[in-house]
């Protein structure tokens, strides 16, 4: 199965490590799937041997997004994730951040995607700390800015 708990994980996790494999971490709220998501992961998971996707909880999405979002519960959020070739776990976390769950587990390598900057987001000081490698994929490689959930959302009511 490819959902899984956080002490589930753990051990996924520390088993692989053993084997000398390369875990790839990555996290966020996959609130409308979309192409440029899909990009991303395949993009990560070419980064190591195991990717593993930590999903905001609901509640953790509505404290990131405001108080309409998510669109698609957790459950589904993660079902999805789980279906893709690329993914091998998926996870939840409640918090707004992905500190805890990354200083849990300690993957080799985190993610994340081409808007945001080294060393400018919440979890960077905490993969550094262990030894860990930060990787920034490029919108180029990924998506452009359309495809985002919010621009999404937009554009299903009408706004440009």
């Known amino acids: 199965m490819k959902v899984v708990s956080q002490k589930e994980l753990k051990t996924i996790v520390d088993n692989v490590k053993i084997q000398g494999k390369k875990i790839v971490f990555t996290n966020g709220c996959f609130d409308i799937f979309h192409v440029g998501h899909l990009r991303y992961l395949q993009e990560a998971k070419k980064l190591g ?5 930590a999903v905001n909880s609901d509640l953790s999405v509505k404290s990131l997004k405001g108080p309409t979002r998510p669109i698609n519960n957790e459950a589904d959020r993660m ?11 998926v996870t939840m976390f409640e918090e707004t951040t992905a500190i805890n769950i990354v200083n849990f587990i300690k993957p080799d390598i985190y993610v994340k995607g081409g808007d945001i900057k ?43």
């Open 49 to 53: 041997d195991i990717l593993v996707v």
């Open 79 to 89: 079902e999805l994730l789980a279906g893709l070739e690329c993914v091998d776990y």
């Open 118 to 160: 080294m060393g400018k987001f919440a979890e960077y000081d905490t993969i550094i700390s262990y030894g860990g490698r930060v990787e920034i994929i490029p919108l180029s490689v990924t998506q452009s800015r359309d495809y985002s959930t919010t621009n999404i959302i937009n554009k299903s009511k009408g706004a440009k």
